[in-house]
Every structure is written in structure tokens, then in C-alpha cells.
């Protein structure tokens, strides 16, 4: 009943715009980062990992614990929630925006176009300082992390860490879905990290109805209109069936 409710709102929005965080995710077998049994932050702090000041302090520490996460991203596949968003997309032309918080590369591998990926992806990396004349990542550079041969600079993972500032053109063109959009489905995600978790409070505050879908609950549950218990690949192909 409620499910067709929320298929409802969707069929009469002119415009849907998708968050999405780990649990979007977690079908694939990709740990979440929260979850206290398997989540990545059990075993690690998020500072000595997740920050510049972190990287600093032993880039290769740090450098290799993306490395094991870029092997495991490899042989992870999109799961059905990932692909009822592409194919939905593919479907209604113009109508959905996709952001997410995710760094593992999913909604693209599934065919997912344009997606707004507010934190970076893990398969990309970047110079740790401006880069000089140098600085080129054409050439294999030895170490982990990779440094310029002349003048030592450091490759890190070209992700947003805990401090940083989010791409700006990026959380504009989401802060934009947000503010335009009927309808937001927030797949996955805790709520607790901002700006991100904010971009449910936008839309709800432009007019948009908003709906959770999560297996628990979380921060974002009192902005929703509708919270629907269960997981991103069981409730998404039926919601976007159409
Ligand atoms: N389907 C939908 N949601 C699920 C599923 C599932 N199969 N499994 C777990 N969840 C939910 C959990 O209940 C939780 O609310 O996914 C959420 C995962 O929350 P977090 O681990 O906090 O992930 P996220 O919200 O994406 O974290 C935000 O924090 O550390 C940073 O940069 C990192 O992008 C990340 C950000």
C-alpha cells in the first residue's frame, strides 16, 4: 500500500532527485561505514585514515588502506538498486538527478549518467600539493603513494576527507536538484554527515516530498514524508518499475 503510494509521488513528479549513501551499496558487499559489526570505522579511526593531517602523518599507512579498498571495489558488481536507477533514468530522460556520497563507482558502473558524486571517487587520485611544472602523472611513479620524482610531492586518493571542502560545482548542481526537484528518495544513508545529509532538509523546505528508504532508522526520518523499512535493491525496482 505504501509502496504504492510513494510509486504514486513518483509518477507525478516532473523532476526526482536521488541521495544516496553506503547502504545504496551494501548489496554489493560493500561495508558500510557506520554499521558496528562490519562497518570500515570498526577497526579504524576516521582521522588517522580519513583526514589530510592523518595522510601526513604515515601517507603510507594510509595510502595502502585505499589500495585494499580499491582492490575489494574491483570485484564488486552494481546490485539491482543500482541498476533500477540507471534504467529508470534511461527511461525518463531529463527527469532524475543522481547524487551520492559514494566513492566505489557503482551508479556510473551500472550506467547511471551525470551522477553528482559529492565525496570523489576512490579510483582517482591527485596531487597532495599544488602541482609544478614536475608533477606529471603520466610517467609510472614509483612508491605508495606514488611521489614526483624531483620534488617528492605525494599522491593521495582524490576523495573527500573529513575537513575538506566538497567540490564546489558538484554541491551546487545537488544543492540546484534539491531545490527543484517534487521528489527526493534518500537511499542508504545515516544523515550525520553534512553538507550531504542537508540536501533532504533543502528539498523539503523548497516543497519537495521526501522519502526514506532504509532497513533502519536515521537522521533523516523526521524530514520524510514517507519511511520505507527495507533495503535499496529490494524497494527500488519495484518503485521504479514504471
Ligand atoms: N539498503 C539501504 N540502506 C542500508 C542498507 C541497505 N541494504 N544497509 C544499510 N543501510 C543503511 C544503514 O541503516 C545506514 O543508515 O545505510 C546507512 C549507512 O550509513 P553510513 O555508514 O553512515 O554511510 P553514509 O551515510 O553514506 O555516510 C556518509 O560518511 O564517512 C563518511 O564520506 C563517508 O560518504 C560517507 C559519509
Redesign the pocket.
Known amino acids: 500500500m505504501t509502496l504504492d503510494a510513494v510509486r504514486g509521488w513518483i509518477a507525478a513528479a516532473d523532476r526526482v532527485a536521488v541521495l544516496?549513501?553506503?547502504?545504496?551499496s551494501?548489496?554489493s558487499g560493500v561495508p558500510?561505514?557506520?554499521?558496528a559489526q562490519t562497518?570500515l570505522?570498526a577497526r579504524f579511526r576516521?582521522e588517522d585514515l580519513?583526514t589530510e593531517a592523518g595522510f601526513r602523518a604515515d601517507p603510507q599507512r594510509v595510502w595502502d588502506w585505499y589500495a585494499q579498498r580499491r582492490e575489494a571495489m574491483r570485484h564488486v558488481v552494481p546490485n539491482a538498486?543500482h541498476l533500477a536507477l540507471a534504467d529508470y533514468a534511461r527511461r525518463h530522460p531529463g527527469r532524475l538527478t543522481l547524487v551520492t556520497?559514494?566513492?566505489d563507482g557503482l551508479h556510473q558502473r551500472a550506467g547511471s549518467e551525470g551522477v553528482l558524486a559529492?565525496?570523489g571517487n576512490i579510483v582517482d587520485d591527485t596531487w597532495l600539493e599544488a602541482p609544478r611544472a614536475c608533477c606529471t602523472a603520466q610517467a609510472p611513479l614509483a612508491g605508495r603513494p606514488p611521489r614526483c620524482p624531483t620534488c617528492g610531492n605525494l599522491r593521495r586518493p582524490a576523495?573527500?576527507w573529513?575537513g575538506e571542502m566538497l567540490p564546489l560545482a558538484t554541491l551546487d548542481a545537488a544543492e540546484r536538484a534539491a531545490e527543484s526537484c517534487d521528489l527526493m528518495l534518500v537511499?542508504?544513508?545515516?544523515?550525520?554527515?553534512h553538507p550531504?545529509?542537508g540536501l533532504a532538509q533543502v528539498a523539503a523546505d523548497a516543497g519537495a516530498r521526501v522519502v526514506v528508504?532504509?532497513?533502519?532508522p536515521?537522521e533523516l526520518d523526521a524530514v520524510a514524508d514517507q519511511v520505507l523499512r527495507?533495503?535499496?535493491?529490494t524497494l527500488l525496482p519495484p518503485l521504479l518499475a514504471d
Do not use: I
Open positions: 544516496t549513501g553506503a547502504g545504496m551494501a548489496e558500510t561505514f557506520r554499521d562497518g570505522w576516521p580519513a538498486g556520497q559514494n566513492v559529492l565525496h576523495v573527500v573529513f537511499v542508504g544513508t545515516s544523515g550525520m554527515v550531504a545529509a528508504l532504509n532497513p533502519h536515521s527495507g533495503t535499496a535493491a
